[in-house]
């Protein structure tokens, strides 16, 4: 397994030091960071560098793609979260704060299992700080270097982000030319893991069961298929019922989409009791801070509340089919989503000059470097008055 020395990264980050390696840290390795003498990892694959510079680079990154939302979404009542949520943040007593919390989100992990139904059980979930904390001791804990790790060109941004953090070699497949997941691709040849986002992002577009339960007869059982369902309650199909025969499945979801807090931070992992205990092993080994007191109670109370959020993102669904169809038939291309945003294209445009001239009229959409979708956009949806506001400014386009 590849680990890094986590302490010799702080320290370089802390110290401001450049990498002192002799390669200047041209072969970006973390394993190698600051110490002297030949290169050692001229025949290893390229990494992320954990030079003082690299290390600052992926944090203004992160910020950086950080996806913004329409300055009229920023008030939105109708996409908050449910009521239930909002009383168990009024009643809660902050003189609880004296205790830590509950190191094992037990009672959150009860109510995630009930609230995801039949066949799950605490002991299938692991809760931590957002899905980017789970997505970061799953990349920790179940990949290693003996092979790389497979994921889509086009996918989260992260996931080669974590792979540079923990020294873990990876491959990005392309994608097919309809923009879905190229599944033959993703199999071929070695890999120690495979990672993607269902429905993907910035794509939108679903990997429907039947061809994600054909990928997993494919692929060896003994290696991790992790699915980040970030996006799953927009009318995509979870591939929860399938975590019952293929146990090297894991399937990471978050609070902050469709639950509507992104701000307390909450993700999960549900998966086969054996990879969560392995999970709890890792973050128990060094970082065990568990979710917070108050975000573990306001979990139990919105999974106690799913007509709420059923109803709210059906709207959504219902207005990112009606916004759709309108761009449509301004001649954009847009990608069949079944995410809450869509991925479109101006027919003769590119992504940076729609995103200039949108952004001008006080609306923020996100556009893509990445040669292979810098002809599109990424516009979140938002609520039906939100996206005619946006069509009037793009029908100008
Ligand atoms: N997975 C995907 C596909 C995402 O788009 C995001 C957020 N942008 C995350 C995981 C992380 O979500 P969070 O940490 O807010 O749970």
Redesign the pocket.
């Given at each position: 397994m590849a680990r890094q020395n986590g302490f010799l990264v702080l320290n370089q980050f802390f110290s401001g030091a450049a990498c002192r390696h002799p390669c200047r840290g041209i072969c970006n390795s973390v394993k190698y960071a600051g110490t002297q003498g030949p290169c050692p990892c001229l025949n290893r694959r390229p990494h992320v560098c954990p030079s003082f510079f690299s290390i600052a680079s992926l944090y203004s990154r992160r910020a950086a793609e950080r996806?913004p939302l329409h300055k009229t979404q920023r008030k939105r009542k109708s996409l908050s979260p449910s009521p239930e949520v909002q009383k168990a943040v009024r009643e809660f007593d902050a003189g609880q704060y004296r205790l830590y919390p509950d190191p094992d989100s037990n009672a959150l992990r009860n109510a995630i299992a009930g609230m995801l139904g039949p066949g799950i059980t605490p002991d299938m979930v692991f809760a931590g700080n957002?899905?980017?904390?789970v997505?970061s001791f799953i990349f920790f804990t179940l990949f290693d270097s003996d092979a790389p790790l497979h994921f889509p060109e086009y996918?989260?941004s992260?996931y080669p982000v974590y792979c540079g953090y923990y020294d873990i070699p990876f491959r990005k497949i392309p994608l097919a030319s309809d923009f879905s997941l190229d599944c033959g691709a993703l199999l071929e040849g070695d890999s120690s893991g495979l990672i993607f986002?269902n429905p993907n992002?910035p794509t939108g577009i679903f990997l429907e069961l039947p061809e994600l339960e054909r990928l997993l007869d494919r692929y060896p059982s003994g290696r991790p298929v992790v699915v980040?369902e970030?996006?799953i309650d927009f009318g995509g199909e979870t591939a929860l019922p399938l975590l019952e025969k293929y146990k090297n499945l894991v399937i990471?979801r978050?609070?902050?989409?469709s639950f509507c807090f992104?701000g307390a931070?909450?993700?999960y992992a549900v998966a086969d009791p054996g990879i969560i205990r392995a999970l709890f092993t890792a973050k128990d080994s060094f970082n065990h801070f568990p979710v917070d007191r108050l975000t573990q109670e306001i979990g139990v109370a919105a999974c106690g509340d799913p007509g709420y959020y059923k109803k709210i993102n059906t709207e959504i669904i219902q207005t990112r089919g009606l916004f759709s169809a309108e761009l449509e038939k301004l001649g954009w291309t847009v990608l069949p989503s079944r995410a809450n945003f869509v991925f479109v294209r101006h027919p003769s445009l590119n992504g940076r000059e729609v995103y200039e001239y949108i952004k001008k009229q006080g609306v923020l959409v996100r556009y893509f470097d990445s040669p292979g979708i810098a002809g599109f956009v990424r516009i979140s949806i938002g609520t039906p008055d939100d996206m005619r506001q946006l069509l009037d400014i793009m029908k100008n386009l």
């Open positions: 996806p957002g899905s980017d904390e997505l996918t989260y992260f986002a992002a980040d970030a996006y990471v978050t609070f902050s989409k992104a931070r909450l993700g």
